[in-house]
């Protein structure tokens, strides 16, 4: 079936370790202590010092930087009907053209309404995998991208190969379900920011700054992970703009490498009200630390496009690193942050992510905000939905309905509505 998403774990060739009692003893970085050993007891400290320092490391270790320089961005409504999915929803389609040294970028917004709410209200906001038209088989979404893995296998690009069927991520968006919670759905395909490929730079975003391949690109500059990040604060931006959205609530949903992503977003734009992992995994919520699943290593091999090169200098050397992913998580306090984890997905390493939220969860307290309190993880399918929420459900990598009925409970409870 040439559709079939390759399950994470599919293509690695190290051997990962699925053994907890080979998990080595680590010591991860103290969030509440500066750079120069200062205590951090307040949330103005953490604010002032330390959490600007954690997103320096973040950025300059990790994530890498967005090029400098102003972007000249402009909208268009390509479509818009008031009666959609079966007059249930308006939708709208926004063509996003980003523009700099006589280049121009496109990627195009596909946002429903629920109807039957008048007024601004608060939207879920997530890029899907192969095309805006894959998340739902309404007819009227327009075709926005062919990449799909397998495409980025052959290295191919639009037109040139067949395009993904429409609806056939529809599993993974549950729009009805959302629409009638009272939420606006907005998506766009990661895609159309950096093709999610090895020498895919020339077709990213970072061609309006003249970057055409990896070697262009500095050991602290950004790749795919930063420029899809970037994406979702251009999203926003549009947003905010929109007069249908209260952008006052805009809860940001990212799976698997869209989820390390999302929380990469969340932790520099604090514009987005909540963020949620699915599953994001190494490089996400998971701990590196415990060389769990996937590992630094293993990442840094089979998707050398994603992180910035500084990065590499961790592989099988995860002591070294000045942070872990407690610290990604931490960043977004004091917002709502959710971290999900799928019982059979351990390439992404369930235990680690939950620990890296319940390490977060210290700096929630800082904020006299409830957190994960113990270190021993929920039974399955019970989410948690403290200020920092998880849940582990029982199943693969995957998004399903169980993890959006979770993640609109939990915008429920905690945006102002
Ligand atoms: C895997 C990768 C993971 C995760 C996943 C996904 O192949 O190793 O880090 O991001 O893909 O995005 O589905």
């Known amino acids: 079936m040439a559709w079939m998403v390759c399950l994470p774990g599919q293509s690695q060739q190290q051997p990962a370790n699925y053994d907890e009692s080979k998990v080595p003893a680590y010591t991860l970085p103290a969030l509440l202590v500066s750079n120069d050993g200062k205590e951090i007891t307040s949330a103005r400290k953490w604010e002032k010092i330390r959490r600007p320092e954690i997103l320096s490391l973040f950025s300059e270790q990790m994530f890498g930087k967005f090029p400098k320089g102003d972007i000249k961005t402009s909208y268009e409504t390509l479509s ?86 429409r609806g056939f991520q529809s599993s993974r968006w549950p729009i009805q379900k959302i629409l009638d919670a009272g939420y606006a759905v907005a998506t766009a395909c990661y895609n159309d920011f950096f093709p999610d490929a090895k020498e895919q730079t020339g077709n990213s975003i970072l061609a309006l700054f003249g970057i055409q391949s990896p070697e262009e690109i500095a050991p602290d500059g950004c790749q795919a992970i930063g420029v899809w990040a970037w994406g979702m604060s251009r999203m926003m931006d549009y947003l ?59 990442i840094t091999n089979n998707f050398p496009h994603w992180f910035c090169k500084n990065f590499n200098r961790y592989r099988d050397n995860e002591e ?58 929920p039974p399955l ?37």
Request: hydrophobic share 35%.
């Open 80 to 165: 818009f009907d008031p009666d959609a999915l079966n007059h249930t929803a308006e939708r709208k389609q926004i063509k996003i053209t980003f523009e700099k040294n006589g280049i121009q970028h496109e990627a195009t917004l596909l946002i429903y309404y629920p109807k039957q709410v008048e007024g601004k209200v608060p939207v879920f906001l997530s890029y899907n995998y192969f095309g805006n038209h894959t998340v739902n088989s309404d007819e009227g979404i327009i075709i926005t991208s062919s990449w799909s893995r397998n495409d980025q296998e052959a290295g191919v690009r639009n037109n040139q190969v067949a395009e993904a069927p």
């Open 240 to 298: 905010e703009k929109d007069p249908r959205i209260d952008a006052d609530n805009v809860i940001l949903m990212g799976h698997s490498r869209q989820g390390k992503a999302a929380l990469w977003a969340g932790a520099q734009d604090k514009r987005f009200r909540i963020v949620i992992s699915n599953d994001s995994g190494c490089g996400g919520a998971a701990l590196s630390r415990r060389k769990f699943g996937e590992t630094i290593q293993a």
């Open 320 to 377: 070294a690193l000045p942070f872990d992913q407690h610290a990604l998580i931490a960043l977004i306090a004091p917002r709502p942050v959710y971290v999900a984890s799928a019982e059979q997905d351990l390439w992404a390493d369930p235990k680690g992510e939950y620990l890296a939220a319940y390490h977060a969860s210290e700096v929630y307290r800082l904020y006299k905000l409830n957190g994960l309190e113990t270190k021993t993880m």
């Open 381 to 417: 399918n019970s989410p948690v939905m403290t200020n920092v929420g998880y849940h582990i459900r029982t199943g693969i990598h995957d998004v399903t309905d169980f993890d959006w009925e979770s993640y609109i409970q939990f915008a429920n409870k905690w945006l102002d509505k």
